[in-house]
Each structure stands twice: as C-alpha cells, then as structure tokens.
C-alpha cells in the first residue's frame, strides 16, 4: 500500500480523492463535494470510523483506516498540521469502490474535535451523487454538517459555535 505524504492542510479535500485513487487502482479524482462537521461528543472520531464502518459493510465498499500510518508520517514530517490532535482522535479514512467512487474523511489541519468528508464519482458520478447523499443524511442525523466551496479547502471550524 502507498500512503500519501501530506505536507500541507489546505489540500485536505485533495487528499480525500487522492487517496481513494491509490486504493482502488484508479486515475485520482478531485472530490465532487467536500463537507465538513464537528463533533458533539469527545469519543467524535470514534463515533465516525463506526460509523463509516457500517456504510462500507451495508454499501459493500472496501474501508480503510490508515489513520496511525499517516499520523506517523505527518508527525515526522509536518508536525504543524497536526493541531494537538493526538493518535487517537486523527483520522484518515477511505472508504469506496474499486472504479474510484467513495469518500475520505480527515481531519489533518483541522483539529481532533472536527473533520472533512470528500466525495469521489468514480466511473458512475450519478450513483456517486446517490451514495453521497445517503451517507450525508445518515450523518447529518449525529452532526451539523457544512458544504465546503468546489475548488476551495476545509478551513478550520470554530466548534464552540458549531455545535
């Protein structure tokens, strides 16, 4: 397995569809939507592997949580973007489909308390668009959620404000 070597924050949406292209063999794809959320409770990040642990298994998609592999090399590396997030509340999921279609959650740059989920259209963008939005009406059930710009990055949130 390959695992992507980020140096910078702002390309945390890149990073999503980057990374699904490495796992499922396919051409990389910037993300088709970008969302962001905090969370409410102090096990969040937890709450969110299961979570997206549960979709691969009911959407039939491949998980990944290469979480501790790519703490380590950003604590290496680039120390900065990790915002006194510690190892167990850093996050680097992916979760799709062979032909590219999936999501990556992460919260490099952002904070342990909050993170950013791109989506990835992979051959079929209109099953993509299906498949986002189930995953973001199950999330939207736990979490307030935030549409990130096209072309623009998650930015930090203020989550004393967002909760």
């Known amino acids: 397995m390959k695992f992507l070597n980020v140096r910078t924050a702002t ?9 699904i292209g490495l796992y499922s063999c396919s ?23 299961d979570e997206l642990r549960q979709i691969s298994n009911e959407e039939k998609m491949t998980f990944h949580d290469v979480s501790d592999q790519s703490y380590e090399q950003v604590k290496s590396s680039a120390p900065q973007l990790l915002h006194n997030i510690d190892r167990s509340n850093y996050i680097e999921i992916f979760v799709g489909k ?11 740059g952002l904070g342990g308390n909050q993170v950013a989920v791109g989506f990835t259209a992979g051959a079929n963008p209109g099953l993509a ?10 999330l939207h059930k736990k979490w307030k959620i935030f549409d990130v710009s096209k072309g ?10 967002n909760k």
């Open 27 to 49: 051409p990389t794809q910037e993300p088709f939507r970008t969302v962001q959320f905090c969370f409410t409770a102090a096990n969040g990040s937890s709450q969110l592997r």
């Open 11 to 19: 390309y945390i949406t890149l990073l999503a569809g980057a990374t």
């Open 98 to 108: 062979d032909d590219g279609m999936g999501l990556g959650a992460g919260n490099q």
């Open 129 to 138: 668009a299906q498949f986002s939005n189930r995953v973001l009406e199950r």
């Open 152 to 161: 623009s990055a998650a930015q930090p949130l203020n989550c004393q404000e």
